[in-house]
């Protein structure tokens, strides 16, 4: 089961998938280039919920759903966060159900 985390660092925000480097997935959709963000709802947000959400679920729900995980998740992230691939599936879910 793989693990999604984000914190803020010194040097910048770090975001990983298992202790690496989570692919910004620009070839997909680019919504930002200045990298991720959280806590709020906006552009940076955006291209980190598509990123997650290809990863953990793929392409198709990424495309379909990263307006909405934005929304419902990734805005409300703190400082630091962790999430896992089960919780990621499960947000999805109760999003398709809306």
């Not at 992230?77 to 159900?97: C, G, I, P």
Request: no cysteine; aromatic share 10%.
């Amino acid at each position: 089961m793989k693990s999604y985390r984000g914190m803020r660092t010194f040097d910048g925000r770090e975001v990983t998938v298992d202790g690496q480097a989570l692919d910004s997935r620009y070839d997909l959709k680019t919504f930002s280039r200045n990298g991720f963000e959280w806590g709020f709802e906006g552009r940076e947000p955006r291209q980190l919920a598509l990123a997650i959400l290809a990863d953990a679920a793929g392409d198709g729900p990424a495309l379909e759903q990263a307006e909405a995980f934005m929304h419902a998740i990734v805005a409300n992230f703190d400082n630091e966060w962790e999430m896992t691939q089960a919780q990621v599936e499960e947000a999805l879910d109760a999003l398709s159900r809306r």
